[in-house]
Structure formats: structure tokens, C-alpha cells
Nanobody, 123 residues
């Protein structure tokens, strides 16, 4: 069993920045990767960014590419999402997820999920 806890969400003006953190605890997870997803009311959860275990490979949704950066802590059990140049359409609940295999990008591939942190961007 693995527990993921997100933090860092809040209210920010358009053009501003936020840094989200996710800490994994409990039993050791497989050495593959972690990701961020987001969800707004009435829409399915969408992929935002993924990072592999080593932190050397990252994948981003087109709408956040160049604005968001995903990274890992030295112990590989913490993942960050640096969000810059925030837009109103970035408003969502952001979820941290961990995968137990090499496949990524779809919510089906992630076995563990946090409870989410709200990000609200005002315009």
C-alpha cells in the first residue's frame, strides 16, 4: 500500500506561478514513474505530465508544455510540478499518481493516487 499526498495548491492570478509537491509514503513502489493529472467539473481526468524513476525522461500535455516542469526529489519519493505563466484554463484539481509499470499517459496505467489539491487561476 502506498499513500500519496499533494500540497501547494491555491489561488493565483493569471500569469503567476505555483509549485505543487507530492510525497509518497508507505511500502516501496516499483521504480518506474510518477505523474500529475488534473480534473475540472464535467470533464474526465486529463494527463498533465509524467516523469520516470530516474528523472531523465519527462512527458507533457501539449497545453502545458513550456510552462510546466515536472521534477523529482533526490530520494525519488517526492515529485514536483512547477507551474508558470498560469492561465484561467489551468484551474482544476491536480492529482498526483504513481505507476507500477512502464506505460504512461493514461490514468489506467497509474495504480496509486493522491486526493488532489485545488489550483484556481483568476483572470
Amino acid at each position: 500500500q502506498v499513500q500519496l499526498v499533494e500540497s501547494g495548491g491555491g489561488l493565483v492570478q493569471a500569469g503567476g506561478s505555483l509549485r505543487l509537491s507530492c510525497v509518497a509514503s508507505g511500502r516501496t513502489i516499483s521504480a518506474f514513474g510518477m505523474a500529475w493529472f488534473r480534473q475540472v467539473p464535467g470533464k474526465e481526468r486529463e494527463f498533465v505530465a509524467d516523469i520516470n524513476y530516474s528523472g531523465m525522461n519527462t512527458t507533457y500535455q501539449d497545453s502545458v508544455k513550456g510552462r510546466f516542469t515536472i521534477s523529482r526529489g533526490n530520494d525519488k519519493k517526492v515529485v514536483y510540478l512547477e507551474m508558470n505563466s498560469l492561465k484561467a484554463e489551468d484551474t482544476a484539481v491536480y492529482y498526483c499518481a504513481a505507476r507500477a509499470g512502464p506505460l504512461r499517459g493514461s490514468a489506467y496505467f497509474y495504480a496509486y493516487w493522491g486526493q488532489g489539491t485545488q489550483v484556481t487561476v483568476s483572470s
